[in-house]
C-alpha cells in the first residue's frame, strides 16, 4: 500500500536469508578441507568479497596453490549468499527493486537501467547467465510499479536498513559465479 510496507517486505527475507547464511558459513568453513589447488578438478565457486573475508578468518591465509573444499554446509551458506545477491539486485520485481523503488521512488527504474549493461558486460566477459539474467530484466519490465500512497515516508532507521542491504548486495555479489577448473 505504501513504500514503508513495500521495503519492508522487500528487505525482510534478503537479511533473514544473508543472517542465516552467514551462521552457516562459518560452521561449513570450520569444517571444510583445505587441499592442492592442482588436485581439484569441477566446478569452482564465485568467491564473493564476504566469502573472501569469512575464509580469512576462519581458516586463515592460504597460499596460492591451495583452495578450500566447501563441507556441504559450507556450499549451502555458499548458494543462500548467491540467492541473495540475485534477490538484491535493484530491477523491477525482484526484492531489490522493492527496496530500490521504497527508498528512491521513480529513480528505481534509472538503476534498473544501469544494471543491464553491467549484467550485459559481465556475462559476455565471464558467467554467460548473467545474459539471461539481463534478457529477464527485460521480460519483467525495469521499473517498480508505483504504490497506493507513495508520501508515507520511510523513516531513519529504514533507510540506514536500505543502505545495509545495498552493502549486503554488493558484499554477497560475485561477477562470476562458477567456473570449471580443469
Known amino acids: 500500500m505504501n513504500r514503508r510496507a513495500l521495503f519492508d517486505i522487500g528487505v525482510a527475507g534478503p537479511l533473514a536469508g544473508f543472517v542465516v547464511a552467514v551462521v552457516a558459513l562459518v560452521i561449513g568453513l570450520n569444517l571444510s578441507t583445505v587441499v592442492d589447488r592442482t588436485a581439484t578438478v569441477g566446478l569452482q565457486l564465485g568467491e564473493p568479497l564476504l566469502l573472501q573475508l569469512i575464509s580469512w578468518l576462519v581458516v586463515g591465509s592460504l597460499p596460492p596453490q591451495a583452495d578450500i573444499v566447501l563441507h556441504p554446509i559450507g556450499f549451502a551458506a555458499w548458494f543462500g549468499l548467491f540467492v541473495t545477491s540475485l534477490n538484491l539486485i535493484p530491477i523491477g520485481q525482484l526484492d531489490g527493486g522493492h527496496v530500490a523503488y521504497a527508498l528512491w521512488g521513480s529513480r ?66 560475485a561477477p562470476v559465479p562458477f567456473s570449471f577448473h580443469q
Open 108 to 173: 528505481q527504474r534509472t538503476l534498473a537501467f544501469a544494471m543491464v549493461p553491467l549484467l550485459i558486460v559481465l556475462g559476455l566477459a565471464g558467467w554467460h547467465g548473467w545474459l539471461l539474467w539481463a534478457f529477464m530484466a527485460g521480460l519483467w519490465g525495469f521499473g517498480h510499479p508505483p504504490v497506493c500512497d507513495p508520501h508515507v515516508p520511510l523513516g531513519r532507521g529504514r533507510v540506514v536498513v536500505g543502505w545495509i542491504a545495498l552493502a549486503v548486495f554488493v558484499v554477497t555479489f
